[in-house]
């Protein structure tokens, strides 16, 4: 069983910057295809970023391009997502998720990841 610990969110202007972690247990995190999820309210959630387990292969939706960055430390069990240039939009719970389904590709599909985090509010106010 994976546990995943997702922290980093809160309020932040229109504009400005959050990191969201996500920290993993389990020995095998290298080998995790690692997502970001959000879900805003009256929403689905919906996918946001992804990285392999190797870490050499991201995917991101067309709407974070540039302002959001994910990486990964197999190290430490983590994964990260800069976000930069925030705007309302952007309001929403946001989610980690882990997938065994691959280590060497980035999968988007919900049903395709094995273990969730609990989530973690980020509010951006214009």
Known sequence: QVQLVESGGGLVQAGGSLRL???ANGRTFSSYCMGWFR??????REFVVGISGSGDITYYIDSVKGPF???KDN???TVYLQMNSLKSEDTAV???AASTFST????RGAGLYDYW???T???VSS
Do not use: L
């Not at 879900?39 to 689905?44: D, H, N, T």
């Not at 060497?104 to 999968?107: D, N, R």
């Open 21 to 23: 972690s996500c920290a």
């Open 104 to 107: 060497h590709t980035v999968v």
């Open 39 to 44: 879900q805003a309210p009256g929403k689905e």
């Open 121 to 123: 509010q980020v509010t």
């Open 117 to 119: 985090g609990q989530g």
């Open 75 to 77: 190290a430490k069990n």
């Open 69 to 71: 960055t994910i990486s």
């Open 94 to 96: 946001y989610y980690c």
